[in-house]
């Protein structure tokens, strides 16, 4: 009885289509294709392209907030930078509970009106404080990497922090520093210690700053030689000059990008604004 149902069974598949005598399946041939097609499609499917990505990067010198007329006002510096819609901002002179400025956590605070991610590291300590430099960021920061600089002759202790940025899924460095206003020798010196913090960073890096350098000085020219200048890249019509913030005639505050990476630099300008005694520096990176 069994077999007799069960042939009934074949029978009706042949009948139906299900089943092929004439034109068995030729599993050699037509299974690898099939798993080519089918990962390709999982592949295109399942993996993101990776796109361009335009970053907006600032680097400020804040003076520790006080502007032009000698006043202390941080929500005029946070306005600044919420004006230009900066995702990056690479900032120089901000004191850490500085009996100067109040005891204020200037860097907290700017973070807290901007709604910005934040990363602060100080050089030096003074008037019961710390004072240094800091990052503010729109996307999240994984992780920071602070360097103390030797110096020759200048007594101001100086550095550079670097954080780790995630940008939709991507890892972005980031980094700011303020070098020696005193001497060349020294502002080559503390550049040479920059460089050398930097050379095994892994990922797109971008460097920003107060360099107290001319583009015709040494410490420029040795970041020159590895970091492409965002301004002259973008091709921008005027001289970028940005200090001193009511009538600019020196051009030493700097947006780079390293030249192995895939950077181009759209557009770059600085800000007209007495909120301090620098202007900052702007410019649209393109990461592909």
């Not at 004439?22 to 390709?40: D, E, M, S, W, Y």
């Not at 020696?180 to 050379?199: I, N």
Request: aromatic share 10%; hydrophobic share 40%; proline share 4%.
């Amino acid at each position: 009885m069994r077999g007799s149902l069960g042939q009934q069974a074949s029978e009706y598949q042949l009948q139906l289509g299900f089943l092929s005598v004439n034109h068995p399946t030729k599993v050699g041939t037509l299974t690898p294709a099939f798993l080519r097609i089918a990962f390709c499609f999982s592949f295109l499917l399942f993996t993101p392209p990776i796109l361009a990505k335009t970053l907006r990067v600032m680097s400020y010198n804040i003076h520790v907030g006080v502007g032009m007329d000698k006043k202390l006002d941080l929500p005029r510096i946070a306005a600044v930078i919420n004006g230009q819609r900066a995702d990056l901002v690479g900032l120089q002179e901000v004191d850490r509970g500085v009996e100067r400025t109040g005891r204020i956590d200037e860097i907290a605070e700017l973070a807290n009106l901007t709604h910005m991610d934040y990363a602060f590291a100080f050089n030096l300590k003074y008037q019961g404080g710390q004072y240094g430099v800091a990052i503010l960021s729109r996307y999240p920061i994984r992780s920071t990497d602070h360097r103390l600089y030797l110096n020759t002759r200048e007594a101001e202790r100086r550095g550079f922090i670097r954080a780790e940025v995630n940008i939709d899924g991507r890892v972005v460095n980031f980094a700011t520093t303020h070098l020696d206003y005193q001497y060349e020798d020294g502002r080559v010196f503390e550049a040479e210690q920059l460089l050398a913090g930097l050379k095994d960073v892994k990922g797109p890096l971008i460097v920003v700053g107060d360099f107290n350098d001319v583009p015709t000085g040494g410490a420029y020219k040795l970041m020159n030689e590895q970091f492409a200048d965002a301004r002259i890249e973008s091709g921008a019509s005027d001289q970028g000059l940005s200090y001193p913030a009511d009538k600019p005639v020196k051009r030493i505050d700097y947006i780079l990008s390293r030249r192995t990476d895939r950077f181009r630099s759209k557009k770059a300008w600085t800000v007209n604004t007495l909120a301090s005694d620098h202007v900052p520096v702007v410019a649209d990176l393109e990461i592909k």
